[in-house]
């Protein structure tokens, strides 16, 4: 089920889209959310009845503007600044192994103590590219992974999917204990790489998945990938 959060952006484009104002990209990414989205769907259908009653109303009948309430601006300030430092939390997350996965995020941040504490392998580490090989045709996924004394950083590139997808990432380790490293939302026609990070050590790790929503992809490296 999606979340609120992950819908926000998407609910902004649902008037555009009932009124028949949206186009192109947008238009695209909109419909394959709502594809897997029954509450923005039943949203777009509320919608719908008003956006067709719309081209009968009369402007010559509709009464004066209302005059906000004077404590609309404070109400407003205060908004921004408490989303400010959502986002801030949010970003903190992230450097610690992504977004918060239950306990796995805790245990990031134990992991990332740890590498502190004794210190990480990564120092002096080359950083390593990862293809994932035999993907579905017009399906493209890189990875290039860099040691820091936290973990690891990902560089990763998707291109393919549908435009809006929610694509998941993590670091395979020994035994094949997973890892988070984030989240990121595949946008069509962009063209920049996603940053994420993971608490695991490059030294330790033997793989990178991507969840793209409705498949997975799983490419190993170092000496699982030779194996």
């Not at 996603?194 to 990178?208: F, Y």
């Amino acid at each position: 089920m999606k979340t609120r959060n992950e819908c926000r952006e998407w609910r902004e484009l649902l008037g555009a889209h009932a009124l028949g104002h949206l186009e192109g990209d947008e238009r695209a990414g909109l419909e394959a959310h709502l594809e897997g989205c029954p509450g923005c769907r039943e949203e777009l259908a509320a919608l719908a009845p008003v956006a067709r009653m719309l081209p009968h109303a009369d402007p010559a009948r509709f009464g004066p503007a209302p005059q906000p309430p004077p404590e609309l601006g404070q109400r407003i300030a205060a908004t921004i600044a408490a989303e400010a430092e959502r986002n801030e939390r949010r970003q903190r997350r992230r450097l610690f192994g992504g977004l918060a996965f239950g306990g796995a995020a805790a245990a990031a941040v134990a992991a990332v103590l740890l590498l502190f504490v004794f210190g990480g392998g990564g120092s002096g580490e080359p950083a390593q590219q990862v293809r994932f090989a035999d993907l579905p045709k017009g399906i493209n996924i890189d990875a290039t992974l860099e040691p820091h004394a936290y973990g690891t950083e990902i560089h990763i590139y998707v291109r393919g999917v549908p435009s809006g997808t929610l694509c998941k990432v993590w670091l395979r380790g020994p035994k094949g204990a997973s890892y988070p490293a984030g989240t990121f939302r595949y946008r069509w026609g962009d063209d920049s790489d996603a940053v994420l990070s993971s608490a695991l050590d490059l030294s330790r790790t033997r793989a990178v998945v991507v969840d793209t929503g409705k498949r997975t992809f799983v490419a190993p490296i170092g000496s699982a990938a030779t194996a």
